[in-house]
Nanobody, 125 residues
Framework: QVQLVESGGGLAQAGDSLRLSCTAS????????MAWFRQAPGKEREFVAS????????YYADSVKGRFTISRDTAKNTVYLQMNSLNSEDTAVYFC??????????????????WGQGTQVTVSS
């Protein structure tokens, strides 16, 4: 497993933007795919976006398409989630996760073996 550390959460107003960062302790075959999930109170953890370190195979949940952008900086072992046009439904704890390339198309939390501690995003209307 690799260690994942998220940062960048906080309080925002509807319409604002935030950028989350996730830094991995290493880039190996076990974390070829990096993803963001989120979990709102009383709800199940849901997929937000994923990307491979190669930069291809990018996926987004329908709920964030056109508003969120996932990207990576291989020199920094860091994946970003740029979140624009935030609304109250984006309020959740956001988790960074990693898995091998065999699960590059997966949106299931169970496919991801490494997880960060989570960062809170709260959007007020």
């Amino acid at each position: 497993q690799v260690q994942l550390v998220e940062s960048g959460g906080g309080l925002a107003q509807a319409g604002d933007s935030l950028r989350l960062s996730c830094t991995a302790s290493a880039r190996t075959g076990v974390n070829d795919v990096m993803a963001w999930f989120r979990q709102a109170p009383g709800k199940e953890r849901e997929f937000v976006a994923s990307i491979r370190w190669s930069g291809d195979t990018i996926y987004y949940a329908d709920s964030v398409k056109g508003r969120f952008t996932i990207s990576r900086d291989t020199a920094k072992n860091t994946v970003y989630l740029q979140m624009n046009s935030l609304n109250s439904e984006d309020t959740a704890v956001y988790f960074c996760a990693a898995t091998s390339r065999y699960y590059s198309r997966s949106t299931l939390p169970s496919s991801f073996r490494s997880w960060g501690q989570g960062t809170q995003v709260t959007v007020s209307s």
